[in-house]
């Protein structure tokens, strides 16, 4: 059973960068099956794609983030991780990382059980 | 506002049949690229629903059904039941600018 679990702090403060991890069991990010993303959802809101990783370390970014975003990999640990910077209230959201999109297609299959970040002085 | 367009809210007594639908472009389902549907559960993440249109990964009733004709896809849910209150995405893939994976805005189902 594939399985994502995120990590990381729950409270950043505005402009600062917001770092969390997605540790994954029951599959390796070391395969060319499946790219990894980072999805996330305002309180309240609809979800919003934020970026994905391949085995390789290809990053794709969603445009409207794309400055303040990145997404690197530790296949040593099986995880993968998120950076943004310049964090303003707006950023304040549960963050999933999640499996997907596969190879040659466009869905998510498996979700971690997501963590709230605030930002906030 | 979403880029693919769902109802905020839809309604129905246990045992009856809803849908929802789910309007698009040219630039995603216009263009050809599926559509997948999650159901989130209050306090929970997003699950996999539907995928690629009409597919049900394993463990998902067979109640749950999807389509996908031009620009609009429809989730359809016969036999209704109280477990299935929860929120509704659609999800493709949109091809304008630079490309980008996108969701619709959600719909809240409520079971009367």
């Known amino acids: 059973q594939v399985q994502l679990l995120e990590s990381g702090p729950g409270l950043v403060k505005p402009s600062q960068t917001l770092s969390l991890t997605c540790t994954v069991s029951g599959d390796s990010i070391n395969s060319d099956h499946y790219y990894w993303s980072w999805i996330r959802q305002p309180p309240g809101k609809g979800l919003e794609w934020i970026g994905y990783?391949?085995?390789?370390?290809?990053?794709y970014y969603n445009p409207s983030l794309k400055s303040r975003v990145t997404i690197s990999l530790d296949t040593s640990k099986n995880q993968f991780s998120l950076s943004l910077s310049s964090v303003t209230a707006a950023d304040t959201a549960v963050y999933y990382c999640?499996?997907?999109?596969?190879?040659?297609?466009?869905?998510?299959?498996?979700w971690g059980q997501g963590t709230l970040v605030t930002v906030s002085s | 506002q979403s880029v693919l367009t769902q109802p905020p809210s839809v309604s129905g007594a246990p045992g009856q049949r809803v849908t929802i639908s789910c309007t698009g472009r040219?630039?995603?389902?216009?263009?050809?690229?599926?559509v997948h549907w999650y159901q989130q559960l209050p306090g929970t993440a997003p699950k996999l629903l539907i995928y690629r249109n009409t597919n049900r990964p394993s463990g998902v009733p067979d109640r749950f059904s999807g389509s996908k004709s031009g620009t609009s896809a429809t989730l359809a849910i016969t036999g209704l039941q109280a477990e299935d209150e929860a929120d509704y995405y659609c999800?493709?893939?949109?091809?304008?600018?630079?490309?980008?994976?996108?969701f619709g805005g959600g719909t809240k189902l409520t079971v009367l």
């Open positions: 040219s630039s995603n389902f216009g263009a050809g690229y599926d």
């Open positions: 999800q493709s893939y949109d091809n304008s600018l630079s490309g980008c994976w996108v």
């Open positions: 990783i391949y085995y390789s370390g290809t990053t």
């Open positions: 999640a499996r997907g999109p596969p190879n040659g297609g466009t869905n998510f299959d498996y």
